[in-house]
């Protein structure tokens, strides 16, 4: 990418200054004290994460809309959605939890989708968005706080679980949720600070 | 601390000259994009060492009280974490027993013992094994927040169960605990300033600056 070859990087794990230098053989440039990854050889362009983060919103919107799982029990049915889950563990007394799940599931994820779409699109067009600064910070809080595979793994562990109890089937939102896993873990193996070296 | 007295910035990455060094009423600021800029987190031990202790005694009724409630028409049961997963064992399905418990017993209870060695070791062990200790920090770092599976779980399972006095699933007071558990634990992670591991103490005769005595590690012939 438009890295300067000769730059320095500092490791974020412990601190030691690097001149930037991948090694031919490599695809990953390591920190020599704590190993930690200092950077990466292959980069995705702007058009690309900008392309992941748009399928990215398309799949969030089913996996929060379509019913995750249905179950069946002689003759009565359920189905749930995320915000709906939600919504009986706020009824059930427990809002502490119906706030950590909504943040974690629905408004992390969100907001880690709707900030990069706020971000790369003027910048694949080489301009600089309002607020970048900010909304880099707030990208990166909303990476940590996004929790989209866990809930994943989630919603398969309580279908296996309900399997032996009732006809429980998994929904349209449970594969969509497969995808935004894979689409997340790809956008952020391209990283935050790469968005920099956009910015003239 | 940075030998060279050279700072990365966090959030845009840009390399800059260590101004304030170790003065906390000197705040230095990213130039390009104005973020704060320090050798390590301010009063990131005691951050640490708050968050580990809460998640420590909250751990205890996590586990004693039941997580998940469920009634049908015969019996009313209370599922603690450990019960759940017996449960799971005993019905054969031992795969997702062994997932279970290393989301909601094996994690959280490395992530309470490993960032309380760290955090003790800042101080008392500065030299003891530093690469393995950057290693485990980077562990926690990226298991952390599989502990959230069981919330989940019981947030899914209470939302699906709705067939009134057939079956229904609610949660239990331990959830509330074990949700505050990952919490605590998580931001205990990030508290932690993995950089601390790297940091000799001040020498006890020239204590005042540390640039006076960089790290042989600055040499150039480290860089990679």
């Known amino acids: ?69 249905s179950l069946s029990l002689r003759g009565g049915a359920e189905t749930a959605t995320l915000p709906q889950a939600i919504k009986v ?46 909304c880099v910070r707030a990208l990166h809080q909303a990476g940590r706080w996004s929790m989209v595979e866990v809930f994943t793994v989630g919603v398969l562990l309580s279908l296996v ?27 952020e193996a391209a990283g935050l600070k790469h968005l920099w070296w956009h910015v003239r | 601390m940075s030998a060279a007295g050279l700072l990365g910035c966090e959030s845009c990455g840009l390399v800059s000259a260590d101004v304030a060094g170790d003065d906390p009423a000197l705040v230095q600021h990213c130039p390009r994009c104005g973020h704060v800029i320090h050798r390590t987190k301010p009063f990131s031990l005691q951050r640490t060492w708050a968050c580990v202790f809460a998640a420590a005694v909250l751990y205890v009724p996590a586990n004693v009280l039941p997580v998940m409630v469920t009634t049908s028409a015969l019996q009313r049961d209370e599922h603690t974490l450990l019960g759940g997963i017996h449960e799971l064992w005993l019905d054969g399905s031992w795969a997702l027993a062994l997932i279970v418990f290393i989301a909601s017993i094996a994690v959280p209870v490395l992530k309470i013992g490993v960032l309380g060695l760290l955090a003790w070791s800042v101080r008392s062990k500065p030299q003891w094994r530093r690469l393995e200790r950057a290693r485990l920090y980077r562990l926690i ?28 699933v609610s949660p239990g007071l331990g959830l509330l605990s074990f949700a505050a558990v990952v919490v605590l634990t998580l931001l205990a992670t990030w508290s932690f300033d993995p950089r601390l591991i790297w940091r000799d103490p001040p020498a006890a005769a020239v204590a005042d600056d540390a640039r006076v005595n960089p790290q042989p590690a600055g040499a150039d012939g480290r860089l990679a």
């Open chain 2, 141 to 168: 770092e990226t298991v952390g927040h599989w502990s959230m599976l069981d919330v989940y779980v019981v947030v899914l399972l209470a939302a699906t169960v709705r067939f009134g006095p057939l079956a229904s």
């Open chain 1, 1 to 69: 990418m438009r890295r300067v070859e000769d730059s320095l990087v500092v490791c974020e794990q412990c601190g030691l200054p690097h001149r930037w230098q991948l090694p031919t053989d490599a695809t990953i440039a390591r920190c020599t004290r704590c190993e930690a990854i200092l950077g990466r050889a292959h980069r995705l362009s702007i058009d690309s994460v900008l392309a992941l983060t748009m399928a990215a919103a398309a799949a969030y919107l089913v996996a929060v809309n379509a019913p995750l799982m």
């Open chain 1, 161 to 187: 679980r309900l399997a032996g109890l009732a006809d429980a089937s998994p929904g349209p939102g449970l594969f969509a949720l497969g995808a935004l896993t894979l689409l997340f873990a790809s956008i």
């Open chain 1, 89 to 134: 563990a706020w009824e059930n007394g427990e809002q502490i939890v119906a706030v950590l799940a909504a943040i974690t599931a629905l408004l992390a994820p969100a907001a880690f989708i709707a900030l990069r779409l706020y971000v790369l699109f003027p910048l694949s067009v080489g301009r600089k968005p309002p607020a970048f600064a900010w």
